[in-house]
């Protein structure tokens, strides 16, 4: 397992631009900026033939320690590894950090169109089961019911698209 010192030993890390510069000589790199976005979104970071995750180690370069949890983007941008955008979370409080999914129709999270019919309803996902919140109108009746209960419920783990007042 890499240490402490010899993560600084081989980078320097920018808390406030999340880059992290190689200060060895690694393939003619010595002063370059370290580590590859992989299609996972991630950028991964090769020290001594292990492959790292950059945010685990701006958090292990920070304070010392590794993650004894997740850690959640609260940008949700996988790659944005500054450490004012990074905190621990349980599995659930990740998963609660998600936007809209790419086949929603309504343009707003845990809103769709009831089938057969005009009204919209409300759906929220809560202690791992699905609990409906109810039948609406229109779709932004539906989205403001939605955001109420997540609020509750997810706290600082609500995702940035339900802190705004959709009613305006």
Not at 110 to 119: H, L
Not at 149 to 166: C, M, P, Q, T, V
């Amino acid at each position: 397992m890499l240490t402490h010192a010899e993560l600084k030993e081989w980078l320097y890390y920018n808390c406030l631009t999340g880059i992290f510069i190689w200060l060895k000589s690694f393939n003619g790199r010595a002063g370059g900026i370290a580590g590859c976005l992989n299609h996972d979104g991630y950028i991964h970071i090769k020290i001594n033939g292990k492959s790292y995750l950059a945010h685990r180690l701006a958090w292990f370069y920070t304070y010392e320690v590794w993650p004894r949890n997740k850690l959640d983007h609260r940008d949700t941008i996988r790659h944005h590894n500054w450490i004012d955008n990074l905190r621990e979370a349980t599995k659930k409080q990740n998963n609660q950090n998600v936007g809209l999914k790419s086949n929603n129709t309504s343009g707003f999270k845990g809103v769709s169109r009831k089938k057969g019919g005009n009204k919209w309803v409300a759906n929220i996902n809560y202690n791992g089961k699905k609990r409906h919140l109810g039948y609406f109108n229109t779709p932004e009746e539906a989205a403001a019911q939605y955001q109420l209960f997540a609020e509750k419920i997810h706290g600082e783990f609500l995702h940035e698209s339900l802190k705004k007042d959709i009613l305006k």
